[in-house]
T-cell receptor, first 113, second 112 residues
């Protein structure tokens, strides 16, 4: 059984601070990793993809991947109230189940003005 | 850019009724998926279609059937709706393999 673990939160940060969201996964063969943002009552929206160890930056978002530790994180710099949402980590299953993603249950982020 | 389109957006059914949720994508993706999302349970895969002509069960397939009508369309059918199937249903599509999935806006289904 593939597992993706996230802290459920809620994670509260003040406006302008850095929000740090963490995710661990069990499938050592996974080659790509995704972060989705889901606003309340809306569908998940892909915000970051990362495929190799290290950091990937896109605007205020940075994804960090450490395959040896089976750990992926998402940093949100200069957090804004509009960043308040649930963030889902998703990892493709390696091998025969490679058409499927395993999703974490999400971390709820609240940015306080 | 339409992406993934789901219909209907909302539906209320009585126990025992049947209905079909429709999903279409215009991204030329090979793979399509149906999920349900319930509070505290996260996204759970119902069925998926890795490519046109194939369908496979996911984590929670009981009470559902699917049809991959063509490359664009993937429908989910509830033959005899039960209150336990009250949920938000999301369709998604992907180019396959290690590629991300893209979601439709969802169908909010209530079964009384």
């Amino acid at each position: 059984q593939k597992e993706v673990e996230q802290n459920s939160g809620p994670l509260s940060v003040p406006e302008g601070a850095i929000a740090s969201l963490n995710c661990t996964y069990s499938d050592r063969g996974s080659q790509s990793f995704f972060w989705y943002r889901q606003y309340s009552g809306k569908s998940p929206e892909l915000i970051m993809s990362i495929y190799s160890n290290g950091d990937k930056e896109d605007g205020r978002f940075t994804a960090q991947l450490n395959k040896a530790s089976q750990y992926v994180s998402l940093l949100i710099r200069d957090s804004q109230p509009s960043d308040s949402a649930t963030y889902l980590c998703a990892v493709p299953n390696s091998g025969a189940g490679s058409y499927q993603l395993t999703f974490g249950k999400g971390t709820k982020l609240s940015v306080i003005p | 850019n339409a992406g993934v389109t789901q219909t209907p957006k909302f539906q209320v059914l009585k126990t025992g009724q049947s209905m079909t949720l429709q999903c279409a994508q215009d991204m030329n993706h090979n793979s399509m998926y149906w999920y349900r999302q319930d509070p505290g349970m996260g996204l759970r895969l119902i069925y998926y279609s890795a490519s046109e002509g194939t369908t496979d069960k996911g984590e929670v397939p009981n009470g559902y059937n699917v049809s991959r009508l063509n490359k664009r369309e993937f429908s989910l059918r509830l033959e005899s709706a039960a209150p336990s199937q009250t949920s938000v249903y999301f369709c998604a599509s992907s180019a396959g393999g290690n590629q991300p999935q893209h979601f439709g806006d969802g169908t909010r289904l209530s079964i009384l």
